[in-house]
């Protein structure tokens, strides 16, 4: 079975352009997360959807992020304008339908971006 | 005080050896608890579920202290292949939802 799919995997950009980060997640999981990860803060929450809505937003930083779910088996998280200190390492994750709160969270091989 | 706190190590120990995690945690309504491996430059993947009664699995056995509000990973007759960092998740409820809450992780060198 294929697992958690994000793309791209490297994106390198320059201040101010558009970032688009990509998630597919395991077919039949109804929760989908999205994370972001540096040395410094670790790993943390930005936003999750349940059945493609959004249910908690609190960890997005700004008004630069922005994330969809139009459909079950997709999720873009953008940022625009995009700045250096957006450079992490951004990880999708889905969890089957039993509310997560106890299931495990599947994780993509998330997307490297560094911003110039 | 973070959420969930960890020693970021490195633990350097010699292949074979036994070695603990502790974690602790500020949020007392944790109703799960999870150890997630991370490999250099790869994505989190779940190691083993923490129960009130502690659960083993192979050489890996986790513990729940819930009066302490800590949970421990403690991993028998090192491998090389143990080397990663170990992240400690708890679970904090939210309103009508939860989220999962990640400790920055216990790094782990297992040398030959």
């Known amino acids: 079975d294929a697992g958690v799919i994000q793309s791209p995997r490297h994106e390198v950009t320059e201040m101010g352009q558009e970032v688009t980060l990509r998630c597919k997640p395991i077919?039949?999981?109804?929760?989908l997360f999205w994370y972001r990860q540096t040395m410094m803060r670790g790993l943390e929450l930005l936003i999750y959807?349940?059945?493609?809505?959004?249910?908690?937003d609190s960890g997005m930083p700004e008004d630069r992020f922005s994330a969809k779910m139009p459909n079950a088996s997709f999720s873009t998280l953008k940022i625009q304008p995009s700045e250096p200190r957006d450079s992490a390492v951004y990880f999708c994750?889905?969890?089957?339908?039993?509310?997560?709160?106890?299931?495990?969270?599947?994780f993509g091989p998330g997307t490297r971006l560094t911003v110039l | 005080r973070k959420e969930v706190e960890q020693d970021p190590g490195p633990f350097n120990v010699p292949e074979g050896a036994t070695v603990a995690f502790n974690c602790t945690y500020s949020?007392?309504?944790?109703?799960?608890f999870f150890w997630y491996r991370q490999d250099c430059r790869k994505e989190p993947k779940l190691l083993m579920s923490?129960?009130?009664s502690g659960n083993e699995d192979g050489r890996f056995t986790a513990q729940l202290n819930r009066a302490s509000q800590y949970i421990s990973l403690l991993i028998r007759d090192s491998k090389l292949s143990d080397s990663a960092t170990y992240l400690c998740v708890v679970n904090a409820p939210m309103d009508s939802s939860y989220k999962l809450i990640f400790g920055s992780g216990t790094r782990l060198l297992v040398r030959p």
């Open positions: 949020n007392s309504a944790s109703q799960s």
């Open positions: 077919s039949g999981h109804d929760y």
């Open positions: 923490v129960y009130s």
């Open positions: 994750a889905s969890s089957p339908n039993r509310g997560g709160l106890g299931d495990t969270q599947y």
């Open positions: 959807f349940n059945n493609n809505v959004p249910i908690d």
